[in-house]
């Protein structure tokens, strides 16, 4: 079946650096992968999409400049979250569409927090 | 604007028994529905989906029912087992776009 790598899983980093999380379709071209977030006993937040070879679209709220998006390749989406702070911390889930099965399949999800 | 709603943020079914789930949506449109279930820490893995075309799509102990003239739809799960404890999201796209629209989620909790 279908499926979508993210990575990493959990990352600690400190105030103010930047992180990057990788989301991969293993085995099949997405054209199309979502950012999504979750905080706490909270339900999913979509924060842009990613179309390949295009710019994200942003939800209203999302900062494009906080949350650099990046989709190069049929198979890769990055989401980059620029000069992390604590509020920043949080679940962060990826999917990618397989129009094939006209489904979403997500990524397990990465745990950030930033001390 | 909230176009996909579950109404219920928890429920709490005996083992065994019968569990309802359930979603509402505005957009007429929508005509491709999902059920995704989540545990804590992880990504959401897909259960079930249903077309418009359809009033109903069974999968095992899942099944899942459109009402297209009430934009409603419902997700049962018979019988209910404790591994069955989870969020569940309900999810809705027009087929001929490239969004799926997801609801808050429902908590279930199966009752040993």
């Known amino acids: 079946g279908a499926v979508v790598s993210q990575h990493p899983s959990w990352v600690i980093c400190k105030s103010g650096t930047s992180v990057k999380i990788e989301c991969r379709s293993l085995?099949?071209?997405?054209?199309?992968m979502f950012w999504y977030r979750q905080f706490p006993k909270q339900s999913l937040m979509l924060m842009a999409t990613?179309?390949?070879?295009?710019?994200?679209?942003?939800e209203q709220g999302v900062e494009k400049d906080k949350f650099l998006i990046n989709h190069a390749s049929l198979t890769l989406s990055t989401l980059t979250v620029t000069s992390a702070h604590p509020e920043d911390s949080s679940f962060y889930i990826c999917?990618?569409?397989?129009?094939?099965?006209?489904?979403?399949?997500f990524g397990s999800g990465t745990q950030l927090s930033v001390l | 604007d909230q176009q996909v709603k579950q109404n219920s943020p928890s429920l709490s079914v005996q083992e065994g028994r019968i569990s309802i789930l359930n979603c509402d949506y505005t957009?007429?449109?929508?005509?491709?529905f999902l059920w995704y279930k989540k545990y804590p820490a992880e990504g959401p893995t897909f259960l079930i989906s249903?077309?418009?075309?359809?009033d109903k799509n069974e999968d095992g102990r899942f099944t899942v029912f459109l009402n297209k003239s009430a934009k409603h739809l419902s997700l049962h799960i018979v019988p209910s087992q404790p591994g069955d404890s989870a969020v569940y999201f309900c999810?809705?796209?027009?087929?001929?776009?490239?969004?799926?629209?997801f609801g808050t989620g429902t908590s279930l909790t199966v009752i040993p």
């Open positions: 999917s990618a569409h397989n129009r094939a099965y006209e489904k979403l399949f």
């Open positions: 085995d099949f071209q997405a054209t199309t």
């Open positions: 990613s179309n390949e070879g295009s710019k994200a679209t942003y």
């Open positions: 957009n007429s449109m929508f005509d491709y």
């Open positions: 249903i077309s418009s075309i359809k």
């Open positions: 999810a809705a796209s027009a087929r001929s776009g490239n969004q799926f629209y």
